[in-house]
Each structure stands twice: as C-alpha cells, then as structure tokens.
C-alpha cells in the first residue's frame, strides 16, 4: 500500500466510449499527477495539479481530460480515444514545491486497453 | 532540451554478484535526482533520492551516486537477491524543487537464483 489508491485497476474500452479513472491519496499531500507509461517509452508526465492549479503538458491531446476537485482526488476522462492511448496510467501524488527530500508516491496503475 | 539515459537497458546475474546500473542526463542544473523500482505490472516505488548538493545516498544494500557535472549517477546493489529483479528507473526534475519529472527508459534486472 502506497497511500495512492487507482480504479479501475484494468479498463478496456471501444474508441467511441467514454469512462474515467479514478485516484485517490492519504498521504495529505498537495499535488497530484498523472503519468502515462508506453511500452518501451520512457514514462511521460501529462497533468499536474498543485495548489488547485493545473500544469499540463501540451503534447497530450485533449481527449484526455484532468479533474481534481479536491488535494485528494484526481480523476482522469477518456473520450474518442486511440489504440496508441493504450498503455499504463499512473496517478502520483507529493508535496509541491518538494523542499528537501520529499519524495513522490505512485500508485499502481491502471492498464488502459483501446480496441 | 532534458534527456535522461540509462545503461544498460537489460541485465542478467547470477544472485550474490554486486552491480552497477547508470543513468545519465544532459543538464547538469538538476534540482536532485531520483531513483525508482517497478515491478511488471505495477506502479513505481521510490528507493533513494539524492539533492544537488549530495555525492551519494544509501538505504541498504542500495548506494546511489551522483557527478553533477559530468551528468550521470550510479545505482549500486550489493549482493545481489532474486527479490531485487525488476525494472530500475532515473528520474530528475523538468524545473527546479518539483517532482515534474523526467525519466529514463529504465534497466530491467534479473537476478538468476
């Protein structure tokens, strides 16, 4: 248990659907991020919200859609999306600015499979 | 532009050996860096990270390094464990005391028993 609970663990969708993913953390922390792992890329950070703002990486398309309500919660909404979008979805959370030694804790992902 | 690098990108040992993973970067003015483990299928869990302003950390069996200016670290394992097989990440941060980061493509370790 990292504290960085994600649902659904697993999620396969049809290019039309619509669904979220869903994270959530414990560790009182003030941002958190979603990251998405490619095989064989490097993993690639798509949204950060900190202290209720949002930093986006502007390469990610805007089928991808961030919500973060509150500190705690992070949601992530899928629309039209591609066979490439398939891949490992992490949620992470940490202290923003990271001071000295505060680390990030990632949750354990959810594997997103677009057919 | 950032890029981080990280050699070799497979390994195979036999348990008991001691190793070396390394992981460069381009930009030497990094905030700090960090070192990650991932097991297949699994999120990434932190193991050490060191500041700037550090030559090395230990937590361990684990000793990381790092050369600032000439842009690598080293992640150091001792005797080895078929329990250390996973795949082993560098991570820094894209600007300053944030975990915005950017990663490596990672090593995968086999530890043979």
């Known amino acids: 248990e990292t504290g960085v609970t994600q649902t659904p663990r697993h999620l396969v969708m049809g290019m039309t659907n619509k669904k979220s993913l869903k994270c959530e953390q414990h560790l009182g922390h003030n941002a958190m991020y979603w990251y998405k792992q490619s095989a064989k890329k490097p993993l690639e950070l798509m949204f950060v919200y900190s202290l209720e703002e949002r930093v986006e990486n502007n390469s990610v398309p805007s089928r991808f859609s961030p919500e973060c309500p509150n500190s705690s919660h992070l949601f992530l909404h899928l629309h039209t999306l591609q066979p490439e979008d398939s891949a490992l979805y992490l949620c992470?959370?940490?202290?923003?600015?990271?001071?000295?030694?505060?680390?990030?804790?990632f949750g354990e992902g959810s594997w997103l499979t677009v057919v | 532009k950032q890029e981080v690098t990280q050699i070799p990108a497979a390994l195979s040992v036999p348990e008991g050996e001691n190793l070396v993973l390394n992981c460069s970067f381009t930009d030497s003015a990094i905030y700090n860096l960090q070192w990650f483990r991932q097991d297949p299928g699994k999120g990434l869990t932190s193991l050490l990270l060191i500041q700037s302003s550090q030559r090395e950390q230990t937590s361990g069996r684990l000793n990381a390094s790092l050369d600032k200016s000439s842009g690598r670290s080293t992640l150091y394992i001792a005797a080895s464990q078929p329990g250390d097989s996973a795949t082993y990440l560098c991570a820094v941060p894209r600007d300053g005391a944030t975990n915005k980061l950017i990663f490596g493509t990672g090593t995968l370790l086999a530890v043979q028993p």
């Open positions: 992470a959370s940490s202290f923003h600015p990271t001071g000295s030694g505060n680390t990030i804790y």
